[in-house]
C-alpha cells in the first residue's frame, strides 16, 4: 500500500509537471496562507513538504484544533498566532470566562516547537504560570512575545519574561487586562536585553513604570524603534526621549504641568509614527516642528476638537494612517482630503463626548465620506462611525476608492432622522466598484436595508471573507437571498438582526465558505432545538450564551444594568467539542436534541 501511494504522488507529481526536486526548492517560498493551503491538498507528499517548511501559521479560533494536532503537523513552526475568544468580547459582548485558555498550548509549545520564535496570543485568559514556563522554556530563543488584548496575569508573570527572555525583539502587551504588582519586570527587561526593537504597553494600567528604566532601555537597544506606554508624564520622558536617537514610532504619555514647560521636549529626529495621549490645543505645538514627517497620527485620546484637527491635519502632508474620534467632523475630513493625498487607512471611533459636538461640528456625515473618497485615492482601509448617510456617499466611495480592501461603518443612533434611507443602492455601488474588498462591516438600523440590499451584498461580495451585518434585512426570506451568493465568505458575525434561527440555519448550509458564526440578537422560537438542528454537521460547533443582564459602570461611576440578547456561535474544529464551558455557555448537542426531539 505504501508502494502505491508513493508512485501514486510521483504520478501526480508529473502530472503537473514538477519534479519533488523543483518542489522542494519552492516549496519554501510560499508565503500566502491561502496558497499554501490549496498546495497541500494537491497530494500527500505536497502535504507532507507543507508540514515541513510552513514557518507561520495562524490560528482563527483556539477550539478549531487541538495542541498536539498542531504538534504533529507542524513541528517546525517558527511563528504562531492563536485567537481565543470571538471579537465581540473587544465590545464587552462576551462573557469573561467564556475561555480561550492559553495553558494547553503554552505547554505544548515548551515540550515541542523548538524552531518557535515568535508567539502571539490575542484575547485569550493567560496565567502567570503560563508566561513563567514560556520563558523557561523558550527564553533563550523567543524574538516576539505578543499578548494582545488578553487577561489573567499579572507583573509576576511578566518579571520572568524580562528575566529570561533576553533575545526579545517584541514585546507587545496593547490593552490587555494586567494586574500591576510593580515595575520590576521593566528593570529586568532593562537590565538583561539589549536587542529589543518594539515596547508596547500601551493602553494599560501598568504605570509603576520607572522612567529611569525606560531610559536605560534606549540606551542599551540601539535599534529599538517602537515605544507605545501608558499615562506617564511627557516631562518625565525628556531623558528617554534624548536616549532612543532611531525611535520612530512613539504613543502615550499624559500632560499634567503648565503648557510653557512642554517647549523643552524634543522627539527624536526619525520619529514618524505619534499618538500623544491626553494632548490638548496648548500641547499640539509641539507636534509642529517634525508633522510634515509624520506617516501615522493616533488622536483617540487626544482631547482636540473639530479646529485642532484641521490645524494639525494640514500640516501633515505625509500622512498615511490617521485614527481618532468623529470629533474631526465633516471640516476636519475635507480638510485630510484636501491635504494628505497619501492616505491608506482611516479609523474613526465613536466619541465619548459626542452629544456636545453638533455645535462644535464634531459630526461625521456623507459630506466628510465624499470629500474624503475623492480627495484620498489611496485608501485601502476606512472604519468609520457616521451620524447620517445617503446612497450617493457609498456611490462615490464605489466610484473613487478603487484600492479599498476592507470597509466599515456604523450608523450612529444620535440623528432621529437620517437623510436617505435604505442604502440599497448605494451599497451595490460601494460593493460593485470595490473590487478588491475582503472585509466587510456595515451596522445601520431598524430600515437601513431591505431584503434587496441584503441580496445586493450576497451577489456583490463574490471575494468578502469576513462580514459584519448589524440592523440589516426585513426578513429570513432576504437573509437566504444574501447565502446564496458571498462564495468567499469564512466568517460572519450578525447582530440585532431580525432573522428567526431557522432562518440562521437555512442561511449556514447555503453559505459553501463559512467556517465561523456568530449572531447576538435574533427571533428565537419555541422550537429552537429543532430549528438548530437544521445546521448540524460534521466537526460543526454549536454553542449557545443565553440572554442575560450584565451590570456595566459608566463614567460617572454609576452603576447601570444592560440588557444582552442571547448569542449563538458556531464554528468548525477539527478537535471536536470543547470541554472547558463554563456555566454561561451552553454547547448544543446534536445527538441529544435529536433524541428529544
Known amino acids: ?215 536605560l532601555i534606549a540606551r542599551n537597544c540601539c535599534n529599538l524603534a517602537s515605544v507605545k506606554i501608558s499615562d506617564c508624564e511627557i516631562l518625565e520622558l525628556v531623558g528617554f526621549l534624548r536616549a532612543a536617537a532611531v525611535l520612530e514610532e512613539f504613543c502615550g504619555g499624559s500632560f499634567n504641568d503648565l503648557p510653557d514647560k512642554y517647549t523643552a521636549v524634543s522627539f527624536p529626529p526619525k520619529l514618524c509614527r505619534l499618538g500623544l495621549t491626553y494632548m490638548g490645543k496648548n500641547e499640539m505645538p509641539i507636534v509642529f516642528p517634525f508633522a510634515v514627517l509624520l506617516k501615522k497620527l493616533d488622536l483617540l485620546y487626544a482631547l482636540l476638537d473639530t479646529e485642532d484637527h484641521c490645524l494639525l491635519i494640514q500640516r501633515c502632508p505625509n500622512l498615511e494612517v490617521l485614527e481618532t474620534r468623529n470629533v474631526i467632523g465633516d471640516r476636519g475630513l475635507e480638510v485630510l482630503a484636501q491635504s494628505c493625498k497619501r492616505l491608506k487607512r482611516l479609523r474613526i471611533e465613536r466619541g465619548a463626548d459626542e452629544q456636545g459636538m453638533e455645535a462644535e461640528e464634531g459630526v461625521v456625515s456623507q459630506r466628510g465620506l465624499m470629500a474624503l473618497a475623492r480627495g484620498c485615492l489611496q485608501l485601502e482601509y476606512m472604519a468609520v462611525y457616521v451620524s447620517d448617510i445617503t446612497n450617493a456617499s457609498l456611490e462615490d466611495i464605489g466610484t473613487y476608492s478603487k484600492n479599498l480592501s476592507d470597509f466599515r461603518l456604523v450608523l450612529l443612533d444620535q440623528e432621529e432622522r437620517i437623510t436617505d434611507l435604505p442604502l440599497d443602492n448605494g451599497v451595490r455601488a460601494l460593493l460593485r466598484g470595490c473590487e478588491k474588498l475582503r472585509r466587510f462591516a456595515l451596522y445601520l438600523r431598524p430600515g437601513g436595508l431591505t431584503n434587496v440590499g441584503l441580496s445586493y451584498i450576497g451577489q456583490y461580495s463574490p471575494n468578502v471573507r469576513w462580514m459584519l451585518l448589524g440592523c440589516v434585512g426585513e426578513s429570513d426570506a432576504g437573509l437566504l437571498e444574501f447565502s446564496r451568493g458571498c462564495p468567499s465568505l469564512q466568517k460572519l458575525e450578525m447582530r440585532g438582526c431580525c432573522f428567526s434561527e431557522h432562518g440562521l440555519a437555512a442561511a449556514v448550509m447555503q453559505l459553501t465558505s463559512l467556517r465561523y458564526l456568530w449572531v447576538q440578537g435574533y427571533r428565537a422560537s419555541s422550537q429552537s432545538d429543532r430549528d438548530l438542528l437544521a445546521m448540524a454537521r460534521p466537526f460543526w460547533n454549536i454553542e449557545r450564551i443565553p440572554a442575560r443582564r450584565v451590570v456595566m459602570t459608566d463614567q460617572d461611576r454609576e452603576d447601570g444594568v444592560i440588557e444582552h440578547p442571547a448569542h449563538i456561535l458556531a464554528y468548525y474544529s477539527l478537535a471536536g467539542p470543547r470541554t472547558d464551558f463554563p456555566n454561561t455557555v451552553i454547547p448544543f448537542d446534536p445527538l441529544v436534541a435529536g433524541l428529544e426531539l
Open 1 to 215: 500500500m505504501e508502494e502505491y501511494e508513493n508512485k501514486l504522488n510521483k504520478t501526480m507529481t508529473s502530472h503537473i509537471g514538477m519534479s519533488d526536486e523543483v518542489l522542494d526548492c519552492v516549496m519554501p517560498y510560499i508565503h500566502d496562507p491561502k496558497d499554501r493551503d490549496a498546495v497541500s491538498l494537491v497530494c500527500r507528499r505536497w502535504y507532507e513538504l507543507d508540514a515541513l517548511t510552513r514557518k507561520h501559521l495562524t490560528i482563527a479560533l483556539c477550539y478549531t484544533t487541538s495542541p498536539d494536532r498542531l504538534r504533529r503537523r507542524f513541528r517546525h513552526l517558527e511563528s504562531l498566532k492563536l485567537k481565543g475568544k470571538p471579537r465581540a468580547a473587544m465590545f464587552n459582548l462576551i462573557p469573561e470566562d467564556w475561555g480561550g485558555y492559553v495553558t494547553p498550548w503554552v505547554n505544548e509549545i515548551a515540550d515541542n516547537f523548538n524552531c518557535l520564535k515568535s508567539v502571539h496570543f490575542r484575547r485569550m485568559i493567560v496565567k502567570d504560570l503560563d508566561l513563567e514556563i514560556l520563558a523557561r522554556s523558550k527564553g533563550k530563543v523567543l524574538h516576539v512575545l505578543k499578548l494582545d488584548r488578553c487577561s489573567g496575569f499579572s507583573t509576576d508573570g511578566l518579571f520572568h519574561v524580562g528575566r529570561l527572555c533576553r533575545q526579545l525583539r517584541t514585546l507587545f502587551l496593547e490593552e490587555s487586562s494586567i494586574i500591576e504588582k510593580d515595575g520590576q519586570w521593566l528593570h529586568e527587561i532593562a537590565i538583561n536585553n539589549s536587542v529589543l526593537e518594539t515596547l508596547n504597553f500601551y493602553m494599560t494600567d501598568l504605570v509603576k513604570v520607572s522612567f529611569e528604566d525606560l531610559e
